[in-house]
Each structure stands twice: as C-alpha cells, then as structure tokens.
Nanobody, 129 residues
C-alpha cells in the first residue's frame, strides 16, 4: 500500500513558476514509477509527466515539454514537478500517481490513468492571465 500526498499548488500569474511535491508513505517508494496527471473541469485526466523508479527515464506530454520537469528523490520518498512559464491553460487539479515498476527493460512508462494503482488527493493549480 502506498499513500500519496501532494502539495505546492496555488495561484500564480502567467509566466510564473510552481513546484509540486508528492510525498509517499511506505518503504517501497523506489519500486514505483510515478506520474503527474492533471484534470480540468469537463476534461479527462491526462498524464503530463512520468518517471521510472530509477529516475533514468521520463515522459512529458507535448504541451509541457521544455516547461515542466519531473524528478524524484527516493531517499525522501518524494517526486516533484517543477512547472515554469505557466500558462492559463495549465490550470487544473494536479494529481500524482504510482505504478509498480518491474525494473526491467520491458517496462514502459504508462500514461493512461487506469494503469496507476495509487493516487493522491490532488492539489489545485490556477494560472491567471
């Protein structure tokens, strides 16, 4: 069982930055790939970034490439999402999620929300124009 708690959301002007954190409970955090998702009203939950258990492989959704950076600190059981050059269309509730990573070459970072086993409660990010 993994419990996830997000923090760092808030209100920021367009062009500003925020850093989201997701703290995980348990001693098996390093066995999980982590994803950051977002959901805005009337839209489905989309994966904006994901990172493998080792941190050696990452995924970014096209609209955030070059602006967002996902990272993790396995010693602190925490995954981060640094968000720069924020735009009003980035406004959403942001969730972190965990999927058991086999650690093998055959594992592919999932981007579909149904694959992830554990979810945080979400943190609101609002970008004003």
């Amino acid at each position: 069982q993994v419990q996830l708690v997000e923090s760092g959301g808030g209100l920021v002007q367009a062009g500003g930055s925020l850093r989201l954190s997701c703290a995980a409970s348990g001693r098996t955090f390093s066995s999980y790939a982590m994803g950051w998702f977002r959901q805005s009203p009337g839209k489905g939950r989309e994966c904006v970034a994901a990172i493998r258990r080792s941190g050696g492989s990452t995924y970014y959704e096209d609209s955030v490439k070059g602006r967002f950076t996902i990272s993790r600190d396995n010693a602190k059981n925490t995954v981060y999402l640094q968000m720069n050059s924020l735009k009003p269309e980035d406004t959403a509730v942001y969730y972190c999620a965990a999927d058991l990573d086999s650690g093998t070459y055959s594992y592919v970072l999932p981007t579909g929300p149904a694959v992830y086993d554990y979810w945080g409660q979400g943190t609101q990010v609002t970008v004003s124009s």
